[in-house]
């Protein structure tokens, strides 16, 4: 369990949402979920399953790739937010951090990072101070400072991407697949240093994620989504222990674990899609 200060405030309501792409193809249908204050959310489901994408519409980055909302509402701290720009969103406290690591290649470790201060009216000082604070949570940034990021491990161009977005000072980090491509035990540093500036920073989490062992271990709440809807949600130790949860998605029966094969054959049958 868990010890971050999370409150039963809801920071973030996404209520009934359809997106639709090049005004045919219907990808979110219905889809509702709300993010605690202090706390970290996962949302989770295989590739396909319209993590991104809900992603996207809550941080408006949708017009971009011809997709919009077409039904549905999305409040941020009481006030409907769908309607506004990116770049005001982030103002109002709420980035996100794109999947695969994209960051400025030509740009240094830390001169990426200063970019995320570009919003901010700041003082040289509390941009000082808050550049520390992530080499605090990334000591292998400030090791790397100098380097040009397109260099750099993927590792550390992940822990590049979130250190950005915390030099934002968000009240909100939407965490798109912070584990993909990245070996086991520096998924479990990615995931320990989440926890630590939730716990330290009060940042609220929202993360994509489809790899839900890992995601239910550091969440305090959970959504799975299934082709585009929420089929299942709960507390995140509640989920560790469903039976179906843990067939399907982590791979494992009061059996034992299961192999692929056996895992694919029982999507066929399972009671949330009966």
Known sequence: MLDAAKTDETLLEVNNIEVIYNHVILVLKGVSLNVK?????????????GKTTTLK??????HSER??????????KGERVQDLDPATLVKRGVIQVMEGRHCFEHLTVEENLLTGAYTRKASKGEIDADLQMVYDYFPRLKERRKSQAGYTSGGEQQMVAIGRALMSRPDTVLLDEP????????VEQIFEIVKSVNEKEGVSFLLAEQNTNVALKYAHFGYILENGRVVMDGP????????DVKEFYLGVSD????SFRDVRSYRRRKRWLA
């Open 37 to 49: 204050k202090g706390g970290i959310t996962a949302l989770l489901g295989g590739n396909g399953a």
């Open 57 to 62: 519409a809550i941080s408006n980055l949708l």
């Open 67 to 76: 997709g919009e909302v077409t039904k549905g509402s999305i409040i941020y």
């Open 179 to 186: 584990s993909m491509g990245l070996a086991p035990q520096l």
């Open 236 to 243: 995140a130790s509640e989920l560790r222990e469903n039976p």
């Open 255 to 258: 059996e034992g674990r299961k």
